[in-house]
T-cell receptor, first 113, second 114 residues
């Protein structure tokens, strides 16, 4: 059973466009939702994270939108650049499972020049 | 070093051999994780150490897999009698304290079983 469902599996966007990746979860106990970015041959790195007390968090071109009632959160990459081409993972955690992150399956993003 | 260090970065082994993968977490980080990532796939949780508590081994795929950690320092992931399906990148990650959400990954150990 996939506790965090991520879509799409892959995404192709033109340079300057908006990339949108979505995640949905079932466990209402989750209270921390990060996005990690992974380049080929590297380990994932934290990109941006949100807690459910806010509906949106923005850092530069990256924005997380959070919909508590729908149990969904999404990553928006504005003005997408070729350097954004990577695999993106969403995740979720809560105190009840020792903060162990539960991961989505990842989205491979390609930004065409 | 400043980051999570893993060794070896690449390992080719024959089917049936045992392998050991090493992880040096960031100094002072009490939590340590091992993940497996097959080519083009997601992150598969293997094991989680947090301080002196009993490790969460719920992700280990079989009894051929084991991991140890000495205190809050180095961890070793051992795979016995390797199989071709064990071929993957093994990623280690650490976080500063119990309950801190952000984890920091190493660059992984790429294991190929031939």
């Amino acid at each position: 059973q996939q506790q965090v469902k991520q879509s799409p599996q892959s995404l192709i966007v033109q340079k300057g466009g908006i990339s949108i990746i979505n995640c949905a979860y079932e466990n209402t106990a989750f209270d921390y939702f990060p996005w990690y970015q992974q380049f080929p041959g590297k380990g994932p790195a934290l990109l941006i994270a949100i807690r459910p007390d806010v509906s949106e968090k923005k850092e530069g071109r990256f924005t997380i939108s959070f919909n508590k009632s729908a149990k969904q959160f999404s990553l928006h990459i504005m003005d997408s650049q070729p350097g954004d081409s990577a695999t993106y993972f969403c995740a979720a955690s809560h105190a009840g499972n020792n903060r162990k992150l539960i991961w989505g399956l990842g989205t491979s993003l390609a930004v065409n020049p | 070093g400043a980051g999570v260090s893993q060794s070896p970065s690449n390992k080719v082994t024959e089917k049936g051999k045992d392998v050991e993968l090493r992880c040096d977490p960031i100094s002072g980080h009490t939590a340590l994780y091992w993940y497996r990532q097959r080519l083009g796939q997601g992150l598969e949780f293997l094991i989680y150490f947090q301080g002196n508590s009993a490790p969460d081994k719920s992700g280990l795929p079989s009894d051929r897999f084991s991991a140890e950690r000495t205190g809050e320092s180095v961890s070793t992931l051992t795979i016995q009698r390797t199989q071709q399906e064990d071929s993957a990148v093994y990623l280690c990650a650490s976080s500063p304290n119990w309950g801190v959400d952000t984890i920091y990954f190493g660059e992984g150990s790429w294991l190929t079983v031939v």
